[in-house]
């Protein structure tokens, strides 16, 4: 009863706060939108591998016009950036050429997501659709924190759920089932691993992950050999449940996975002339560790639109601090094995961004965005959650903490779309509103947080590390 109460009230509270953004941003209010829709509705047309190019050679499918605005680009190019109110809706719903540069990816999230763009491709059915993608994320979200049964890593859960991970997931963007997927596939594995359960749950978010996204593969990898390292385990090779449970979904997710890529020609791309000045190694390095080390840094946790749209320093400082109080005290108590896992898990992330850059820069410019290893980066805050405690009071007061910075960002990002980048905090005003109103995406978010905030302090501390795998841990 206890594990049913705690899956229903963490859904409703992810769901909400990912719903919350579903309502509030324009069409292509977040990082690709405008491609990803775009190939929602191809694949819920069958028309999984484009057979249409423009002129530029772009990837193409036969949609209606109604798909996007004459101006999806609006709000965010040419600079300075514009409230929603210049995006100019279609209502022709005859069929055209629609461009995508997404137009070859995995299937698998827009499966699960386009029905709604098939019905009814507008304004409309990209709000259905989005809902159904915070839907989506909310289940993986909750089955996260269902299994994690213990207060401070159920914390980590919501801490890892930055607004920047619920923008995703409200939006029509795979990052987001990616980031959500890795989530549930750490959890699992560290349960699994630990107490000998959840090798299906986990089995299954490894293969969302690895073929929801190209790099799903590699994410997914190192997310097991981190699992591994902190567990300890080395008869894992030879434990019949795993194979069964984990590997035969896992592997299949695995051949999915590589099979389109070498079927759909994905990373066959076709890179535009190089820019006018491109970068050189020296400069990719310095902007690895000033300016794009920074921008990682940020959007972790809260850049939104296409970058352009900030938050607050001081927002993202407490975010980071209460991260910290996470992962500090489990660097300081726990094995050398441990330390290895968080830390490696930390440096592959940023290895992975610096290698995207090193081969993209010099040919479209600056590539890589922190987002794409979320899935993995995140595994740091839930390996030290699993492996150290904190004082409930404390635990509570951080989860209680984020409402306000998750309805803060909010707030910041529908005053950007409905009045200006540069206006002072008022979401309520403007020139373009959401289509039910400013006052019900802010509601939903509030109502999310305190769901969540409610659902850590009925959780109880069965099921700790430190009960049944101290030794394991701590040797």
């Not at 028309?47 to 004459?70: E, K, N, Y």
């Not at 479209?364 to 993995?376: D, E, I, K």
């Amino acid at each position: 009863m206890h594990f049913r109460r705690v899956f229903l009230l963490a859904f409703a509270g992810y769901f909400l706060l990912a719903g919350a953004w579903a309502l509030a941003l324009p069409v292509n209010g977040t990082y690709d939108e405008k491609q990803h829709l775009v190939r929602a509705y191809a694949v819920w047309t069958g028309q999984f591998i484009p057979a249409q190019h423009l002129a530029d050679g772009t990837d193409a499918i036969d949609g209606p016009r109604s798909l996007l605005p004459v101006n999806p680009d609006c709000t965010w190019r040419p600079k300075p950036p514009k409230p929603a109110s210049c995006q100019q809706p279609v209502t022709d719903r005859t069929h055209t050429l629609v461009p995508t540069t997404a137009g070859r990816y995995s299937p698998v999230y827009y499966l699960a997501v386009g029905l709604p763009l098939r019905l009814s491709p507008d304004n409309t059915g990209l709000i259905w659709a989005r809902l159904l993608s915070a839907l989506v994320g909310a289940v993986f979200l909750a089955a996260a924190t269902a299994l994690a049964r213990k207060r401070l890593l159920i914390a980590a859960v919501v801490l890892v759920s930055t607004p920047l991970a619920m923008n995703l997931n409200g939006a029509i963007n795979p990052n987001g089932l990616e980031i959500a997927s890795g989530v549930l596939l750490f959890v699992a594995l560290l349960h699994a691993l630990t107490e000998g359960r959840g090798w299906l749950t986990a089995g299954i978010a490894f293969a969302v992950l690895v073929s929801a996204l190209h790099l799903g593969l590699l994410l997914g990898g190192l997310a097991v050999l981190a699992g591994l390292l902190v567990a300890g385990r080395r008869d894992v090779l030879h434990d019949r449940t795993a194979w069964l449970f984990f590997g035969v979904p896992a592997i299949a997710g695995a051949i999915f996975a590589i099979g389109w890529v070498l079927v759909s020609g994905v990373t066959d791309i076709d890179t535009p002339s190089k820019p006018a000045n491109p970068l050189g190694l020296g400069a990719i390095v310095k902007g690895l560790v000033s300016s794009r080390a920074e921008f990682y840094a940020r959007q972790v946790i809260a850049q939104f639109g296409y970058g352009e749209t900030t938050v607050s320093p001081v927002m993202i400082g407490v975010w980071y601090l209460l991260v910290a109080a996470v992962v500090l005290p489990a660097l300081w108590r726990s094995s050398g094995r441990v330390r290895l896992a968080i830390l490696g898990v930390l440096v592959a992330s940023y290895a992975i961004l610096a290698a995207l850059e090193i081969h993209f820069a010099p040919l479209v410019g600056w590539y890589a965005h922190s987002r794409y290893v979320m899935p993995l980066g995140a595994g740091a805050i839930l390996i030290a959650a699993f492996v150290t405690n904190l004082p409930d009071r404390l635990i509570l007061g951080m989860v209680l903490l984020t409402v306000p910075l998750d309805l803060y960002a909010l707030a910041r990002v529908m005053t950007r779309f409905e009045v200006g980048i540069d206006a002072g905090l008022h979401p309520f005003g403007g020139t373009w509103h959401p289509p039910l109103g400013s006052v019900v995406p802010l509601v939903a978010c509030l109502v999310g947080g305190a769901l969540l905030t409610v659902m850590v302090k009925i959780s109880t501390v069965r099921g700790v590390p430190e009960h049944s795998t101290a030794n394991t841990l701590s040797n």
